[in-house]
């Protein structure tokens, strides 16, 4: 039951604001005995007359020991000092006291992200837990319609091994993002919501960016308002997917056709690189290119995948001259075929539409094969950034 604190006779006030039954505390020490006896109690509303200092200390506090758990404040008075302490505190909202409904909205807002982290944590029987981080992996081509987006989706698909392991599908295409439209999700929440956060994000802070796709995938989408992704610095990425890192087992990380600073902090903290291209000239000398870039960047070539897409297509270059010209082997070919662009304009990846097609066969065993590793390999796979870049 949601506990509201607050020790006078506004409490009656504060109790109806919340939906449902709610455990009323007079003091925060009272509030942290009954958390303690119902170690499954995400929400915690605080009144008005609770001490400030008192409030942060517990909100500290609770973000550390149950970082599900969500604290509303109602204050009186709500100002920007308040507001930054509250924010560095870890609460969630701070509301007017006086505002019945918006302290019910934030309430409900707050339950629904801790129950999104709670399922988070646990649908996965692999989830990133101390010491073992998840895996970022890029998928890149610097010929846009080289089939991307089309990957990085199904990719999160088929990693997900139908909702066993915690999968996040990052858009950083951030000017033309078709993540959600390819999977048909309504982007209310996009990576321009993380701006506040910029140099405190924190895996609540994350949870509240994404939109549930399906069991065990989530999605951080990418912006919708024209001029919205200029406003996202390469640094705010990087920090996003350190945190995101440590909430997923895999990191899919969708791009723009380009070598953007954005692209290389990815880059920086991936655990593989999965560079696409078509069997098409102009393709292959911007994978060509893309190579030596990352060549010359230092990023070693173990953790790095070629993957030829609409490989069957009969346009003249064979497999063994494409892998000539890259001077890279090529670990995948997945076929052209019909079912892709109606699996889009469906929104239903092909892997999850339907598993047994040819596309979808040889996008799982890519999977299988490159990125699903057992657990022993699994610790050794941390980013190896380019030199003097490695992430945190
Ligand atoms: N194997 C395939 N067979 C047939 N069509 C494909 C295949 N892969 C991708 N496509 C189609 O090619 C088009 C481009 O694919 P996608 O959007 O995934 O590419 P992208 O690299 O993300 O493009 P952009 O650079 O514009 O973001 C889509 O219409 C998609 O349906
Ligand atoms: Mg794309």
Do not use: W
Request: with cysteine; net charge neutral; charged share 20%.
């Amino acid at each position: 039951m949601p506990i509201v604190c607050e020790p006078r006779d506004r409490a009656e006030h504060l109790i109806r604001s919340v939906d449902g039954h709610v455990v009323a505390a007079d003091s925060l020490a009272v509030a942290a005995q009954l958390l303690e006896r119902d170690p499954r109690e995400t929400l915690v509303v605080i009144g008005p007359d609770a001490p400030m200092p008192e409030v942060l200390g517990f909100a500290s506090a609770l973000r550390v020991s149950r970082p599900a758990a969500g604290v509303v404040l109602a204050r009186d008075y709500v100002d920007v000092t308040l507001l930054t302490k509250a924010l560095q505190a870890g609460i969630r909202e701070v509301v007017p006291a006086d505002d019945l409904e918006a302290i019910g909205a934030a309430c409900r807002r707050s339950r629904d992200l801790s129950r999104r982290m709670l399922a988070a944590a646990g649908t996965d029987d692999r989830a990133p837990s101390a010491g073992r981080e998840g895996e970022i992996v890029t998928v890149f081509a610097a010929k846009g319609g080289s089939g991307k987006t089309t990957l990085a989706t199904n990719l999160g698909v088929v990693l997900s091994q139908g909702g066993r392991l915690r999968v996040c599908v990052v858009d950083l295409d951030l000017a033309f993002g078709d993540v959600a439209i390819t999977v048909q999700l309504d982007p209310v929440r996009t990576i321009v919501d993380a701006l506040p956060m910029a140099g405190h994000v924190d895996t609540t802070g994350a949870a509240s960016l994404l939109t549930r796709y399906r069991q065990g995938i989530e999605m951080l989408l990418a912006p919708v308002t024209p001029g919205d992704a200029e406003k996202i610095p390469p640094k705010l990425v990087g920090e996003l997917l350190a945190v995101l890192r440590g909430m997923f087992s895999y990191v899919v990380v969708d791009t723009p056709a380009q070598f953007s600073e954005h692209v290389l902090t990815a880059m920086d903290a991936s655990a593989h690189h999965v560079l696409l291209s078509t069997p098409d000239v102009p393709a292959v000398k911007n994978l060509r290119v893309t190579l030596d870039m990352l060549d010359m960047l230092s990023y070693p070539k173990e953790i790095r995948s070629v993957v030829l897409n609409r490989s069957d297509s009969k346009v003249g270059l064979t497999a063994e001259q494409l892998e000539r010209a890259v001077r890279s082997p090529i670990v995948a070919h997945v076929p052209s075929s019909r079912a892709v662009p109606i699996s889009i304009n469906q929104g239903t990846p092909i892997t999850l539409g339907n598993p047994g097609h040819p596309v979808s066969q040889a996008i799982t065993r890519f999977a299988e094969e490159y990125l699903l590793g057992g657990p022993a390999t699994h610790a050794d796979r941390q980013p190896r950034g380019r030199r003097g870049r490695r992430s945190a």
